[in-house]
T-cell receptor, first 112, second 117 residues
Framework: KAGVTQTPRYLIKTRGQQVTLSCSPI?????VSWYQQTPGQGLQFLFE???????NKGNFPGRFSGRQFSNSRSEMNVSTLELGDSALYLC???????????FGPGTRLTVT | AQKITQTQPGMFVQEKEAVTLDCTYD???????LFWYKQPSSGEMIFLIY??????QNATEGRYSLNFQKARKSANLVISASQLGDSAMYFC??????????????FGKGTKLSVIP
């Protein structure tokens, strides 16, 4: 069974731009969660999608948004990028009612 | 609110020795899951082991075992026979039900393990 895939793996953007990251979950998994990892704040939960609906959201500004498609693939978007948005963005997928989350390799975003 | 505490920012262990990574947690939810993940320098989070709050026995997965002490709210990871490839960041995490069918993971700050030849 293929794992969680994330594209792109690396990204360099300029302040003020916007960016879209993509995540394809494990086949059969309907839940996708997004996390931001920075050296200062560690791993922080962004949001979770299930069946194209956002079920849960972390404490991030409205510049961070996401969506999920009917095939469970998910995208997250960050508008008006700030230097502090530089981070590793990880997505994880899980079954509908399962605790376990399986992570992708992450997208490393650098904002200059 | 959920909280995970990992008090060891970094640890060293000799190759082939056992090592214990500490993790304490705090939650008022009676139902939760505890996880350990390994993160090599490549960035990917690798699932190691899971313990449910109602599980009576400590979880084991190959060289990994989880020392679950519910009354003390601790979930320490024990790695036996350390290998050079075990050098990585290790994260303890807790999953609780957050409503609307959603489970949310809360992570600790991590412990950087270095295995010495």
């Amino acid at each position: 069974k293929a794992g969680v895939t994330q594209t792109p793996r690396y990204l360099i953007k300029t302040r003020g731009q916007q960016v879209t990251l993509s995540c394809s979950p494990i086949s059969g998994h309907r839940s996708v969660s997004w996390y931001q990892q920075t050296p200062g704040q560690g791993l922080q939960f962004l949001f979770e999608y299930f069946s194209e609906t956002q079920r849960n959201k972390g404490n991030f500004p409205g510049r961070f948004s996401g969506r999920q498609f009917s095939n469970s693939r998910s995208e997250m978007n960050v508008s008006t990028l700030e230097l502090g948005d530089s981070a590793l963005y990880l997505c994880a997928s899980s079954l509908e009612t399962d605790y376990e989350q399986y992570f992708g390799p992450g997208t490393r975003l650098t904002v200059t | 609110a959920q909280k995970i505490t990992q008090t060891q920012p970094g640890m060293f262990v000799q190759e082939k020795e056992a090592v214990t990574l500490d993790c304490t947690y705090d939650t008022s939810d009676p139902s939760y899951g505890l996880f350990w993940y390994k993160q090599p320098s490549s960035g990917e989070m690798i699932f190691l082991i899971y313990q449910g709050s109602y599980d009576q026995q400590n979880a084991t997965e190959g060289r990994y075992s989880l020392n679950f002490q519910k009354a003390r709210k601790s979930a320490n990871l024990v790695i036996s026979a350390s290998q050079l490839g075990d050098s990585a960041m290790y994260f303890c995490a807790m999953s609780v039900y957050s409503g609307a069918g959603s489970y949310q993971l809360t992570f600790g700050k991590g412990t950087k393990l270095s295995v010495i030849p």
